[in-house]
Nanobody, 113 residues
Framework: QEQLVESGGGLVQPGGSLRLSCASSGSISSINAMGWYRRAPGKLRDLVALITARGTTNYADSVKGRFTIARDKNTVYLQMNSLKPEDTAEYYC?????????WGKGTLVTVSS
């Protein structure tokens, strides 16, 4: 059973930074992709950033130039800079492994003064 342990959420002022981390309990070799989604209040869950096993990255237009995704073995990171109030959301870790989709429980990011 895949387990994803997220950390790093919290309250930050506009313009500030946070780094999210997510560690996967499964085998490193079978990971196809890792990433982050988010769900803002009253909205659907959307892709934030994704990194494939080959290192290819994909970002939502709204975070390009501000967020950076990285992976180290079975851990994926999301460095979030220049945060805006509209980045406020529950952030979910995502792993694609052997064609199966896995989700973390979520970590709340609140951007407010």
């Amino acid at each position: 059973q895949e387990q994803l342990v997220e950390s790093g959420g919290g309250l930050v002022q506009p313009g500030g930074s946070l780094r999210l981390s997510c560690a996967s309990s499964g085998s490193i070799s079978s990971i196809n992709a890792m990433g982050w989604y988010r769900r803002a209040p009253g909205k659907l869950r959307d892709l934030v950033a994704l990194i494939t096993a080959r290192g290819t990255t994909n970002y939502a237009d709204s975070v390009k130039g501000r967020f950076t995704i990285a992976r180290d073995k079975n851990t994926v990171y999301l460095q979030m800079n220049s945060l805006k109030p509209e980045d406020t959301a529950e952030y979910y870790c995502y792993v694609l492994r052997g064609g199966m989709h896995y989700w973390g429980k979520g970590t709340l990011v609140t951007v407010s003064s």
